[in-house]
């Protein structure tokens, strides 16, 4: 039935033709509810925000495109053009704000109650191209020395950027082949993705040794010349390190030379032979002093044995 009602579609069983419109038969008018200003000249309409605003009320963003049901009235001509008036209550608080059109800039302007977010740029500032106004066109089309003038001066702009047009055209042509584009792209992304799972890897690896749990930061060439410059203590080698050094040390020295003669066999050598031999000698003097003390303990004790043996057998 809504649907019906807003386009006039339905009719009672009451009226008939002769009683006039469905509209005057209900005494109401055919835009209904939006016409309930009408006799003050207002009626209400939808009316969409053409920028971003700030509210005065609030000081809120709101932002283009949001819609409001907006009282519209007209309050004055530019030429024969109208200029109407919007008035509407923001959302977010009880401000209202105007916004009011103007033909001549073909623009929207906020009268009262807002403030209008600046995002308007100048196409010269930019280099962009500029669109021709209305007093231009006009008078190219009704002045041939201007027409003349403003073909000049396009030739001499398009002269001018005809590199830069070059380039652009050049750079797009690199740009065509979207496939290429993007198998380049993928390609360095999977590059640098290696990278970073090999440096994530070996930074686990360096914080597991020292049981650290900190976060590194990427290596960089002045953390290698830092590195560089810092002089460790020597360390000691362990004894078993020793050892073995020192065992290869002897094995690499020859004990004698091609004869035995005291003119090819080094001082050294001969030191460490007599040492040898020394030392033989002395081993050889306490074997022979511990077996003279063992025989002649043993004397001892058979002797003892004997003595009390003869004793028993005189008593």
């Known amino acids: 039935m809504a649907e019906r009602k807003t386009v006039n579609k339905y009719y009672p069983p009451e ?8 509209n005057k038969y209900r005494n109401s008018h055919p835009l209904r509810d939006r016409a309930r200003k009408m006799h003050e000249g207002v009626m209400i309409i ?8 700030w509210c005065g ?8 495109g949001v819609r409001y049901n907006s009282e519209k009235r007209k309050v ?3 030429y024969t053009t109208p200029i109407y008036r919007f008035r509407m209550k923001c959302h977010l608080c009880d401000n209202h704000f105007e916004i009011e059109t103007d033909p001549k800039n073909m623009e929207y302007v906020i009268v009262s109650g807002a403030t209008r977010k600046e995002e308007r740029w100048d196409s010269k500032d930019t280099e962009t191209v500029e669109a021709t106004d209305s007093e231009a066109k006009k008078r190219l089309a009704s002045d ?3 027409r003349l003038e403003h073909g000049t001066t396009d030739a001499k702009k398009a002269q001018a950027n005809k590199p830069r047009i070059a380039e ?5 042509e690199i740009k065509k082949d979207d496939y290429a584009l993007n198998q380049l792209a993928r390609r360095k992304f999977r590059g640098e993705k290696r990278s970073l799972s090999a440096r994530d890897a070996s930074d686990r690896e360096l914080l597991a040794k020292g049981s650290m749990s900190v976060a590194l930061l990427p290596e960089s060439e002045e953390d290698r010349k830092q590195a560089k410059a810092v002089a460790f203590k020597h360390q000691r080698p362990s004894f078993a390190d020793y050892q073995r050094e020192k065992r290869l040390k002897i094995q690499s020295k020859p004990l ?3 004869s035995l003669s005291s003119s090819s066999v080094s001082s050294k050598a001969l030191l460490v032979l007599q040492q040898a031999k020394h030392k033989s000698s002395l081993d050889r003097s306490k074997v022979a002093s511990t077996t003279a003390a063992r025989s002649a303990t043993s004397a001892v004790s058979s002797s003892s044995s004997s ?3 003869m004793s028993a057998s005189k008593h």
């Open 76 to 78: 004055g001509n530019y």
């Open 144 to 146: 041939p020395m201007y």
């Open 307 to 309: 003595t009390k043996a």
């Open 15 to 22: 009226w008939r033709p002769e009683m006039g419109s469905i």
């Open 168 to 172: 652009l055209q050049a750079s797009q």
């Open 46 to 53: 939808r009316f969409e925000l053409p920028y971003n605003i």
């Open 256 to 258: 004698f030379g091609s």
């Open 57 to 64: 009320g609030c000081g809120k963003h709101v932002g283009m």
